[in-house]
């Protein structure tokens, strides 16, 4: 049966410069002939999202006012006219790729594989300046940019598929080269962090050192198997440092990978790997070491993730609470008071702006 799409919808729009998001009903976008139009069943909340929100101005290319979210799954619900019917159906569910690219030849990143840094206008970019976003109760999107979602994935973990989950995998997995013989260090366990490092168990790193500030993240990581002595508290004063027991008992960390990018992880993971070794930093925004960074990641790399959160290899938490309280969430995601990743129901209450 066909989806009945309204002609308005609500949304949170990001005005830049002030500050937190407003809501306002919006036209619902129409499918581009090769695109797909999604109504939203989950949005995860990132902080870059907060980032975004105390911009002073804006970036070269970003519009001044868009609708923010940039994780989000949902269901087809219309084909654009030039969609081939075996490549997609209305029903399917999908995670979306934030940045797909532009595919275009001239293009200098896409032209080197570099799709997740396209900013050119038709890359994508959803919720984050240049094409609107997730939070709201549809969005247009390239087909380029879906990924069907395999049996047994959860719908709210998929909503974070493409950033929390993809980041961290693209990172450990590719960026990194995490290898079975290595020794890794991960600084920060934070919604990405964790996914970060079920990777590298999965990937069967020889031996794996943990940091964070937060005593129960590395709670979380013990769960998973890291031995007590391999973590470390930052918050706890007492505790001992990485680098201070890497230098005690010689032990030989191959690669860094900082899901934190502040100047303090940074100079630790410095101190922490080997002659030699690699340093990755992970995250959108990251002033102080540019060439590493890395965030989101291919199509190819959507797929791996959601094949390995079907198979249950890949868990990320995530908490839920309703889309009327995505102020709060980010006020609270900036404090640093979300454990793992937030998730919203798209629940929205349409008496709210109904004008
Ligand atoms: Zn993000
Ligand atoms: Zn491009």
């Known amino acids: 049966m066909a989806h009945s799409i ?40 990132c902080h870059s999202d907060c980032t975004i929100a105390a911009m002073d101005a804006p970036i070269p290319g970003m519009r001044m006012e868009f609708i923010l979210g940039h994780e989000a799954c949902g269901e ?15 029903g399917d569910k999908v995670a979306i790729l934030i940045v797909p690219g ?14 997740a840094i396209c900013r050119a206008p038709d890359s994508g970019n959803y919720g984050l300046g240049i094409d609107d976003g997730m939070f709201a109760e549809y969005i247009a999107i390239a087909t380029r940019a879906a990924v069907k979602l395999p ?33 890794i260090a ?36 013990v769960k998973l198997g890291i031995p007590k002595e391999d973590t470390f508290c930052t918050g706890d004063a007492d505790a001992k440092r990485i680098e201070q027991y890497v230098a005690e008992t010689g032990v030989q960390v191959d690669t860094a990978v900082d899901f934190v990018g502040h100047v303090e992880t940074f100079h630790s993971a410095q101190f922490t790997v ?40 890949l868990k990320p938490l995530v908490e839920t609470k309703s889309i009327e309280e995505l102020p709060s969430v980010m006020r609270d995601l900036d404090e640093g008071k979300v454990k793992s990743r937030m998730v919203l129901l798209p629940d929205w209450k349409h008496e709210k702006s109904a004008a």
Not at 11 to 30: E, L, N, S, T, Y
Not at 102 to 113: K, V
Not at 290 to 313: F, I
């Open 102 to 115: 532009c595919h275009d030849a001239s293009c200098p990143q896409c032209n080197r594989g570099l799709h």
């Open 186 to 221: 991960i600084f920060g366990l934070g919604g990405v962090g964790l996914n970060g490092l079920q990777t590298a168990i999965h990937l069967r790193a020889k031996r794996i050192l943990v940091v964070d500030k937060r005593q129960a993240t590395l709670d979380e990581a």
């Open 6 to 45: 309204p002609e308005s919808m609500e949304a949170w729009i990001q005005q830049i410069g002030k500050r937190a998001p407003i809501r306002k009903r919006v036209p619902v976008p129409k499918p581009a002939a090769n695109g797909l139009l999604v109504k939203i069943l989950a949005m995860g909340v």
């Open 274 to 313: 080997r002659p030699g070794g690699t340093i990755v930093i992970v995250g959108l925004i990251s002033r102080r070491a540019r060439s590493y960074r890395c965030y989101s990641g291919t199509r190819k790399g959507l797929a791996e993730c959601l094949d390995l959160m079907a198979k249950g290899v």
């Open 151 to 183: 049996a047994g994935v959860d719908i709210n973990e998929a909503a974070v598929a493409a950033d929390a989950v993809l980041t961290s995998y693209q990172a450990v997995r590719y960026t990194a080269d995490v290898q079975p013989d290595q020794t």
């Open 76 to 90: 087809i619900v219309q084909l654009g006219s030039n969609v081939n019917a075996s490549d997609f159906a209305v």
